[in-house]
Nanobody
Framework: QVQLVESGGGLVQAGGSLRLSCAVSGLTFSRYVMGWFRQAPGKEREFVSAINWSGSSTDYTDSVKGRFTISRDNAKNTVSLQMNGLKPEDTAVYYC?????????????????WGQGTQVTVSS
């Protein structure tokens, strides 16, 4: 079956860095658009970043541009999110997700498969 497993979350001070990874199995990874979403307590899950099949095109929500970098390794079936300059407002559970197309890459409904999430907590 399809599995997406996130790792790399944790507690970090404001200004610090974390690198999230998502290991994917059970599907042809290179044929899927990959995305990262996050959900803070009491808030809806929101789009963070997406990367196309080859890694040649990336998208970011405005609040993380210049601080976060998404990448993928199609040989290892992994997608990563490098997060620098973390802020308390980045605190959330982060989810990776896989989509067939880029049509709805910034929307939850565009993604068919989801991981269980990893907690990121940024202290001030």
């Amino acid at each position: 079956q399809v599995q997406l497993v996130e790792s790399g979350g944790g507690l970090v001070q404001a200004g610090g860095s974390l690198r999230l990874s998502c290991a994917v199995s059970g599907l042809t990874f290179s044929r899927y658009v990959m995305g990262w979403f996050r959900q803070a307590p009491g808030k809806e899950r929101e789009f963070v970043s997406a990367i196309n099949w080859s890694g040649s095109s990336t998208d970011y929500t405005d609040s993380v541009k210049g601080r976060f970098t998404i990448s993928r390794d199609n040989a290892k079936n992994t997608v990563s999110l490098q997060m620098n300059g973390l802020k308390p407002e980045d605190t959330a559970v982060y989810y990776c997700a896989a989509a067939w197309t880029t049509a709805d890459k910034t929307r939850r409904t565009g993604y068919a498969y989801w991981g269980q999430g990893t907690q990121v907590t940024v202290s001030s």
